[in-house]
């Protein structure tokens, strides 16, 4: 099976970047939306993921890597929710702020701009490969 790819977004006051760095690794749950929680499912182990902080940074920050596929959301307390697993990858040199986003014409079509309030979202290689790429990394 080829490798997906994702973008997830987060508060930085509910999880933040420097979270992800201390942890190394953490389970992506409390996704309350079902197009999201139907992405969750979608995801495979190995899938490449860009973490973009949400609110007040407003920038992709880094990758990394689904390690479990979905199971139950451990903080559910009620419905069909889903979580994965998802290991730290690498920090950007510099991030990619969503004003450089919608500057980029080869970005117009990317769910970050068309549902800016999904939080799982799938994204081409070749957007993902272009957002690495302005991040600073080969």
């Known amino acids: 099976m080829s490798t997906q790819y994702w973008m997830v977004k987060t508060e930085p006051e509910a ?68 979580a994965v697993e998802l290991t730290i990858g690498e920090a950007f040199a510099r991030p990619v702020e969503l004003a450089t986003i919608k500057a980029e014409p080869r970005l117009a079509e990317i769910p970050l701009l068309r549902q800016s309030r999904l939080s799982v979202m799938p994204l081409g290689k070749a957007h993902f490969d272009l957002l690495v790429k302005l991040g600073g990394k080969a």
């Open 15 to 82: 999880y933040a970047w420097s979270d992800f760095e201390r942890d190394k690794k953490t389970v992506w749950d409390g996704v309350r939306n079902f197009q999201a929680r139907n992405h969750l499912r979608a995801m495979k182990r190995g899938d490449r993921v860009l973490f973009y902080a949400s609110v007040t940074t407003k920038a992709v920050l880094g990758t990394a890597t689904v390690t479990k596929e979905h199971f139950p959301d451990p903080k559910a307390e009620e419905g069909d929710w889903s």
